[in-house]
């Protein structure tokens, strides 16, 4: 069974830039069922408590893209899961013992929002359309290009 675990996260943000940091807890774990396990993890024996700190920072560069980047572990905690895969040799790691987890670990994130490309792309149509009659937009790829681009400025 997994231990007691607590997330303490604080956000803060502000027009395009947002910052966060987690702590996170968990409590060791005692009540155990040795060899019992599957592909979720396997039980080796009690474990103890561990606490992780994480940051993160993000920028959004339009209405469509963001940028994101963090470091988990930002200590180099060492620290073992107490349902851990390394009791699975399938994933090719040693079946007989718990590994400890990464220490500090950076990473980068790019988030696009591609249903607000689409309703740029259908708000550009109408307004071209209403502008040259009833046929639809005849510039589709270059409509689709425009919302692509960070300088897009939809309200969408």
Not at 65 to 94: C, R
Request: charged fraction near 15%; hydrophobic fraction near 40%.
């Amino acid at each position: 069974m997994p231990p007691l675990e607590a997330r303490l996260g604080l956000t803060w943000a502000r027009q395009n830039y947002s910052a966060g940091a987690l702590w996170r807890v968990v409590a060791a774990q005692n009540r155990v069922a040795v060899g019992n396990g599957n592909v979720v993890g396997q039980d080796f024996g009690s474990t103890p408590g561990f606490g992780v700190f994480s940051l993160n920072g993000a920028y959004r560069l339009n209405a469509h893209f963001k940028l994101s980047a963090g470091v988990d572990n930002l200590l180099g905690k060492t620290y073992t899961e107490h349902l851990n895969l390394a009791g699975d040799a399938g994933f090719g790691f040693p079946g007989d013992r718990a590994l400890p987890e990464p220490g500090r670990t950076f990473w980068t994130k790019v988030d696009v929002e591609l249903l607000s490309h689409v309703r740029c792309i259908a708000y550009l149509h109408r307004q071209r359309s209403a502008a040259g009659g009833l046929s639809p937009c005849p510039d589709f790829f270059r409509c689709a290009l425009h919302c692509l681009l960070p300088a897009c400025r939809c309200a969408c």
